[in-house]
């Protein structure tokens, strides 16, 4: 079974720090504004 959630899905809740040494919890930021969420693989790595 996958992970994955389909295209479109709403993302579960979550919080994650950023480059601003921040914390940001995503539904503190949809409070604020529209989120667009892109994941990508790391730099040099396969895939």
Do not use: Q
């Amino acid at each position: 079974m996958s992970d994955l959630l389909p295209t479109g899905s709403r993302a579960p809740e979550f919080a994650a720090t950023a480059s601003d040494g921040k914390s940001y919890a995503l539904a503190d930021v949809l409070k604020r504004s529209h989120v667009a969420l892109i994941f990508y693989p790391g730099n040099n790595t396969p895939g």
